[in-house]
């Protein structure tokens, strides 16, 4: 069996005999060259999709998403705020659109998220007066919403994230009104409602930094509470932001990561992946929204275009990241990317808004770049 080292060298090495002289204006590969064909007995390959292209309004994201994805999950239409925006008042104009467009293309539909601490109204947790719910309250307001929400696309969406993001870096419980209100038990109360439910459903938990290992041990010990609570966890979810720097994380803590959580007898999704190639102004690497940095001139060097050496950069990283992904491919059953193309990335917001950043396989204008190219050469070494 090779090692993960050895794994990532003949990764590099393929990124760049397949990217070699890459240009982001670089003509499209074959059509058949898709990436949901490229992984097909690996693991699905999926993507987040917005309005735009479950409305079929943006050509471009709409060809790319049906030619490359077999699994689509909503940035952001089936948050809280989103569909549940008031009380006893649901919205589900734009989820019924996205359910729908999964259907017709025939891809695996995800459902994101059903408890969260952000994008969820401050209504949720308190009571009419304004003030802090009780833990039954909450737990009764919990148990309403999500058996609205699942029971409308029962048997329609196949995966749900029942929980994200509820722990600390160091892998403790975040101290979100979730946990205030009603204490450390309200992951398994999610997983309990979301179960009765649909029983058929992948549930899941969903969370960013999973490769620092006290944060993954802290998701490993919470998805053994719930499946010790008699009910089923069909994937510990990582999030995989990654940066360009490729020891953050490195891909010796990535394939660990994995390990890891085969090892706990689970299997795994990851769930948002793309590759920041901007300087974190605040230093460090979190997916948590509430981080906000100041624009400055250093911290946005790429408006035009990514140089070649950045390409090339990004390549490499991609295919050390999908030489690990293979190498668990029997846990890992799906792989989807945090949006479609360079223009629409939720990183040109965040950590610092109206950057320019280019973290996808998909450029600006939806023409492939060498990472791209990198990550089919990744299937085609498994595959010889």
């Known amino acids: 069996m090779k090692t993960t080292s050895s794994l990532v060298r003949a990764a590099w090495c393929g990124a760049l005999m397949a990217a070699a002289c890459g240009h982001p204006s670089a003509s499209p590969s074959p059509a058949a060259a898709s990436l949901k064909n490229a992984f097909r007995n690996d693991f699905r390959i999926g993507t987040a999709i917005a309005p735009r292209v479950f409305d079929e309004t943006d050509s471009v994201d709409v060809r790319l998403v049906k030619t490359h994805f077999n699994a689509i ?26 359910v729908a467009f999964g259907e017709r293309n025939g891809m695996f539909i995800v459902g994101h998220t059903l408890v969260w601490h952000s994008q969820t109204p401050r209504w949720v947790f308190q009571d009419s007066a304004g003030q802090p719910l009780t833990r039954d ?14 029971g409308r696309y029962k048997g329609r969406i196949k995966g749900w994230d029942v929980v ?47 490769a620092t290992p006290a944060k993954r041990d802290g998701a490993i ?12 966890v069909a994937a510990i979810n990582s999030q995989d932001h990654h940066k ?12 660990s990561m994995f390990q890891a959580i085969g090892a706990a007898g689970f299997h795994a999704n990851v769930t948002e992946l793309d590759v920041d190639v901007l300087p974190r102004p ?6 948590d929204v509430s981080a906000r940095a100041q624009m400055a001139a250093a911290s946005n060097p790429y408006t035009a275009s990514l140089p070649d050496s950045v390409q090339q950069q990004l390549a490499r990283r991609y295919a050390a990241l999908f030489a690990v992904y293979e190498k668990h491919r029997d846990i890992i059953d799906r792989v989807t990317f945090w949006g479609v193309t360079d223009a629409t990335s939720w990183l040109n917001g965040f950590p610092v808004r109206g950057r320019t950043n280019w973290p996808l396989l998909f450029d600006r204008q939806g023409r492939p770049k060498p990472a791209f190219d990198a990550v089919l050469a990744a299937a085609r070494r498994q595959a010889m």
């Open 164 to 210: 994200n993001e509820a722990l600390n870096e160091d892998g403790t419980m975040r101290q979100s009104p979730w946990y205030r209100i009603i204490g450390d038990d309200f992951v398994v109360k999610a997983f309990e409602y979301a179960h009765a439910v649909d029983p058929a459903a992948e549930l899941y938990y969903n969370d960013y930094n999973l």
């Open 73 to 98: 999950t909503p940035e952001n239409v089936l948050k809280w705020e989103v569909v549940h925006p008031r009380p006893n008042e649901y919205d589900f104009s734009q989820s019924d659109r996205y």
């Open 221 to 232: 010990a919470l998805a053994k509470r719930i499946r010790a609570a008699g009910i089923p």
């Open 137 to 150: 309250a909450l737990l009764a307001r919990m148990k309403d919403h999500i058996e609205h929400v699942m």
């Open 282 to 287: 605040m230093g460090g690497n979190t997916a």
């Open 244 to 255: 360009l720097d490729p020891n953050v994380p490195s891909v010796a803590l990535v394939d």
